[in-house]
């Protein structure tokens, strides 16, 4: 993995390098992108003019301008400087002696872990306020099911001065009915059709959001990130975080993705956008199409999509949407896909009452192709199943191919060619029937611009490319040499699920200009409560990022404790907290593994009782550790420069 990132001696060069840039644009370039350029260059440069600065973020958000630097973003400066002194009125309530130029950078992190992590980071955060540690924090970031929680969290302004309320509020929710299917399809169908405009950013996030997200966090949030801005000044700041799927699988360029109140983009290239602006179309770092902001629960499904680097669960589910397409019922399809992926059988029990729906869904189309409609979709989950499963599916293309001119009247012919799907090669086969899948899915949407049919027609297109959470680019085409050139070339990227490649938000706070002192790790992994933080310590390390050396006494590999703390020179000190442990399960390992399997990552949501109890298992970690914490602060602050 490579990552490029301006070191400050070469400031003056990158400066040079983009004021020549900027003057080679376009003649008809707009004069406040100009603007907007060279007060980027101020603004790197540590510029002392704050009208000038102000009015460089004042061009970003008005023309969607990309930002691209490691400085903070000007509100998150602000921010960082009001919360320093509110952590300084905190710790001497706390007492501990301190100067307003040595208050310590905290950051608190939250791991994926599902509804594991969901609740478990709830029951951390309210110990830390009741042992007046909450306000300590600078910032708050997660991961996965960690980002549930705070989308929850943040819906309240300065939630940290009522927590108990909130908190109280949130269980009530959590522990109660979940949202109806018939509201959960209703939100896919309209979101579906926003993006009906601009097919190609539908994906498989919005299937799982609205059909799989919402039966945990038990509500559709149509709220907007950038709505949480100027309502958190008692609160931490809040970093919710992805991956770039390409840059992961490829091992090349940035994969850490971030999403602020301010800013969206990438971390550790320092490449940004107004989050307002995230998913709209840019080229050569200007926007040029708008597309709406994304909601609150679609960022909840793309930073929680746990399966969208998958392969073998592909498989599964395609054998699961075979089954469902021959009763032709799409409703009942999107609940085995939802069975499927989260392998849950309670989902089973609501079959029965969505029976009426789906027979007046049935009824309300009048086509007299519905049948041989559902008959194509079905045939083209078998051919990607025999692809996968390495067989030759020419004869089901040859069904598709007539079926298909049933339909249309011989009207609509799919212009894939044939040859590729009859090779050995099967690499090739899958290339072959990505296309062909393609090709068929639009067509039935053209013949089928109603109902469900169009939208499912998109979903099975979404499932043989696999495609989750597609936006646009917005460093299409920028000429740049401080980005990596893998970010540059696609018009589209792909974000998903960051615990796919680590399961702790690490490298948001690890940006060289959040100047981070202290980190407290809380980890909810189901597994090795020790690989997250090794596999952080290694990656910092291949890219030359300040990080202490972790190491692992052999007699807690399988009995962990509930503190550990990790100290470099010219590091951060990180603190790591693994959610079960020896410590809050009585020092008993026959507890300790009744906790994981009673919390599986799997499973369906929890009831009042078990959210209570793991919220109480968690909080120990805080509240046993109290004096600790305390300590590596003081220590902090006894060694910042």
């Given at each position: 993995m490579t990552v490029k990132m301006t070191e400050p001696d070469d400031r003056k060069r990158r400066q040079l390098r983009r004021q020549n840039q900027m003057t080679e644009r376009d003649d008809n370039l707009q004069s406040p992108i100009k603007e907007a350029l060279l007060s980027d260059l101020r603004v790197d440069g540590c510029c002392a003019d704050i009208g000038e600065a102000s009015r460089f973020y004042k061009t970003i958000q008005e023309h969607g301008s990309v930002r691209i630097g490691h400085s903070l973003n000007k509100k998150e400066k602000e921010f960082v400087a009001r919360r320093r002194n509110d952590v300084l009125q905190s710790l001497k309530k706390l007492k501990i002696t301190c100067s307003e130029n040595k208050v310590p950078n905290i950051a608190l992190l939250g791991s994926g872990g599902g509804q594991r992590a969901m609740v478990g980071l709830l029951g951390s955060l309210d110990q830390l306020q009741k042992t007046g540690l909450l306000d300590c924090m600078l910032y708050l970031s997660g991961v996965s099911g960690s980002t549930w929680c705070m989308a929850s969290l943040y819906q309240e302004p300065d939630w940290s001065t009522k927590l108990e309320t909130v908190k109280n509020k949130i269980i009530q929710r959590l522990s109660g009915p979940a949202v109806s299917w018939g509201d959960a399809f209703a939100k896919l169908k309209k979101d579906y059709t926003d993006?009906?405009?601009?097919?190609?950013?539908?994906?498989?996030?919005?299937?799982?959001?609205?059909?799989?997200?919402?039966?945990?966090?038990?509500?559709?949030?149509e709220r907007k990130l950038t709505d949480q801005r100027d309502h958190h000044s008692k609160d931490p700041f809040p970093i919710y975080t992805a991956i770039d799927k390409q840059c992961k699988q490829s091992n090349d360029g940035d994969p850490w993705f971030e999403f602020t109140p301010y800013e969206a983009g990438y971390s550790l290239t320092g490449a940004f956008v107004e989050t307002s602006n995230f998913g709209s179309k840019f080229e050569n770092g200007r926007k040029i199409k708008n597309q709406p902001e994304i909601?609150?629960?679609?960022?909840?499904?793309?930073?929680?999509?746990?399966?969208?680097?998958?392969?073998?669960?592909?498989?599964?589910?395609?054998?699961k949407i075979k089954g469902a397409l021959e009763i032709k019922r799409i409703i009942i399809i999107i609940i085995i896909i939802i069975l499927c992926l989260m392998i849950c059988s309670c989902f089973l029990l609501?079959?029965?009452?969505?029976?009426?729906?789906?027979?007046?869904?049935?009824?309300?189309?009048?086509?007299?192709?519905?049948?041989?409609?559902?008959?194509?979709?079905?045939?083209?989950?078998?051919m990607n199943l025999l692809v996968l499963n390495g067989k030759d599916p020419s004869d089901l293309e040859e069904c598709i191919?007539?079926?298909?001119?049933?339909?249309?009247?011989?009207?609509?012919?799919?212009?894939?060619?044939?040859?590729?799907?009859?090779?050995?090669?099967?690499?090739?086969?899958?290339?072959?029937?990505?296309?062909?899948?393609?090709?068929?899915?639009?067509?039935?949407?053209?013949?089928?611009?109603?109902?469900?049919?169009?939208?499912?027609?998109?979903?099975?297109?979404?499932?043989?490319?696999?495609?989750?959470?597609?936006?646009?680019?917005?460093?299409?085409?920028?000429?740049?040499a401080a980005v990596p050139p893998a970010l540059l070339e696609s018009e589209t990227r792909d974000y998903i699920d960051a615990a796919?490649?680590?399961?702790?938000?690490?490298?948001?706070?690890?940006?060289?200009?959040?100047?981070?002192?202290?980190?407290?790790?809380?980890?909810?992994?189901?597994?090795?409560?020790?690989?997250?933080?090794?596999?952080?310590?290694?990656?910092?390390?291949?890219?030359?990022?300040?990080?202490?050396?972790?190491?692992?006494?052999?007699?807690?590999?399988?009995?962990?404790?509930?503190f550990y703390v990790f100290k470099g020179q010219n590091t951060p000190t990180v603190i790591h907290i693994p959610l079960f442990n020896m410590v809050n399960c009585g020092g008993d390992i026959k507890t300790y593994n009744s906790y994981k399997e009673k919390y599986a990552t799997f499973q369906g949501s929890y009831s009042a009782e078990k959210i209570t109890d793991l919220m109480e298992v968690a909080g120990k970690n805080i509240t046993n550790n109290r004096e600790k914490l305390l300590e590596q602060i003081r220590h902090a602050i006894k060694m910042h420069k």
């Open positions: 993006t009906r405009k601009d097919e190609k950013l539908f994906s498989l996030t919005d299937v799982w959001a609205a059909m799989v997200v919402t039966d945990y966090v038990k509500e559709i949030d909601d609150m629960l679609y960022l909840q499904g793309l930073c929680g999509s746990a399966f969208a680097d998958g392969k073998e669960i592909r498989k599964v589910l395609l054998e609501r079959n029965k009452k969505l029976n009426s729906l789906m027979m007046k869904n049935k009824k309300k189309s009048n086509s007299p192709h519905i049948d041989e409609c559902y008959q194509v979709l079905m045939d083209l989950v078998n191919r007539t079926e298909l001119s049933d339909i249309s009247g011989g009207k609509h012919e799919v212009i894939s060619q044939t040859q590729c799907l009859k090779i050995a090669k099967i690499a090739n086969a899958k290339q072959s029937v990505e296309q062909f899948t393609e090709d068929v899915c639009n067509t039935l949407s053209s013949l089928f611009r109603f109902g469900d049919v169009d939208l499912w027609a998109s979903i099975v297109k979404c499932m043989a490319q696999w495609i989750w959470g597609r936006k646009y680019d917005f460093l299409h085409n920028m000429k740049d796919l490649l680590l399961n702790s938000p690490y490298f948001s706070v690890l940006r060289k200009e959040r100047d981070i002192d202290i980190i407290i790790s809380l980890d909810f992994s189901e597994g090795d409560p020790f690989t997250t933080v090794r596999e952080a310590a290694e990656t910092c390390k291949k890219l030359k990022i300040p990080f202490p050396e972790v190491k692992i006494p052999d007699e807690d590999l399988k009995k962990p404790k509930d």
